[in-house]
């Protein structure tokens, strides 16, 4: 059975950062685009990072560039995401999956992807 498990979520005030981890089991990813997508209460679920593979590539939604980093460890089939400078609109429940398509400058699930439970950010004002 494949599980993504995410943990590292929590309450925070602005200006303050988090690190995200998502452990995966069941399967390697060590070959497949992996990433962060985050879901705000009344809206829809929206793309945050990604990676590819080798970590050599990686992509950000434009509202969190500069803020936020994706990385993975393939020996321990996980990715994390750093979340520094986090801002009230940050709050929402972020999930990882994986495999994703590249799609330009952004990445989308696929039919096949995979998606952890998520975990709660949410950041004070």
């Known amino acids: 059975q494949v599980q993504l498990v995410e943990s590292g979520g929590g309450l925070v005030q602005a200006g303050g950062s988090l690190r995200l981890s998502c452990a995966a089991s069941?399967?390697?990813?060590?070959?497949?685009?992996m990433g962060w997508f985050r879901q705000a209460p009344g809206k829809e679920r929206e793309f945050v990072a990604g990676?590819?593979?080798?970590?050599?590539?990686?992509y950000y939604a434009d509202s969190v560039k500069g803020r936020f980093t994706i990385s993975r460890d393939n020996a321990k089939n996980t990715v994390t995401l750093q979340m520094n400078s986090l801002k009230p609109e940050d709050t929402a429940v972020y999930y990882c999956?994986?495999?994703?398509?590249?799609?330009?400058?952004?990445?989308?699930?696929?039919?096949?992807?995979?998606w952890g439970q998520g975990t709660q950010v949410t950041v004070s004002s």
């Open positions: 999956a994986a495999p994703l398509w590249i799609t330009g400058n952004s990445m989308t699930p696929r039919g096949d992807s995979y």
């Open positions: 069941g399967r390697t990813f060590s070959r497949s685009t």
């Open positions: 990676s590819v593979w080798s970590g050599t590539s990686t």
